[in-house]
């Protein structure tokens, strides 16, 4: 087998765990069971979302995506015993899928994933994580989060992402 075929096979779907709407710059993220997910803005009640109404162009991080299985790994390297997901500020919280793996390394091929039953997303690239999430977690946890900081994504097509969702390959397209 070849590495494009080896790098389109997947051994289970993910699951969203946790979704989180950051309402404004500098304020305290929210988590909630339910969001809308819209192409060229992002979920509904997050930052990107109301900036992106105001004139901002679609970019290729409408959203935001964290790798539940992270969640104590970085938690243990920054000296925590615990991790909430709110306080990474990633959009989803995924679990079930290694999320590095849900981007293409071929820049001919594009893979697109369906979450719950109407959003379509593509993974466009990581997440590096910023010193607000420094400051937040606290002396080395940049250097915890380098490599683990998330993906981000574009959507391709929009609707309702609920916790329990689940994440799986919908389409892979060939580009030129």
């Known amino acids: 087998m070849i590495l494009r ?20 710059r500098g304020e305290p993220a929210v988590v909630v069971d339910e969001a809308r997910a819209e192409p060229g803005r992002g ?20 959203l935001t995506l964290f790798q539940a299985e992270h969640l104590p790994i970085v938690a243990n390297w920054c000296g925590l015993a615990e991790l909430e997901p709110s306080r990474l500020r990633r959009n989803l919280v995924v679990s079930g899928l290694n999320l590095i793996g849900m981007r293409s390394p071929f820049p001919d091929i594009v893979l697109e ?7 379509i997303i593509q ?7 910023c010193s607000k999430m420094a400051a937040v977690l606290g002396m080395g946890s940049y ?9 981000t994504a574009r959507i391709l097509a929009g609707g309702a992402i609920r916790v ?3 994440v799986r390959l919908n389409a892979i397209r060939h580009v030129e």
Do not use: F
């Open 143 to 151: 250097n915890a989060l380098r490599g683990h900081g998330g993906m």
């Open 164 to 166: 329990g969702h689940r």
């Open 43 to 62: 979920l509904i009640g997050d930052r990107r979302a109301n900036a992106a109404r105001s004139g901002r162009q679609s970019s290729k991080r409408e």
């Open 113 to 119: 994933w369906a979450v719950g039953d109407q959003v």
């Open 5 to 24: 075929d080896l790098t389109q096979q997947y051994a289970s779907e993910g699951r969203i765990e946790t979704i989180v709407l950051r309402p404004a």
């Open 123 to 129: 993974v466009t690239g990581p997440c590096d994580p």
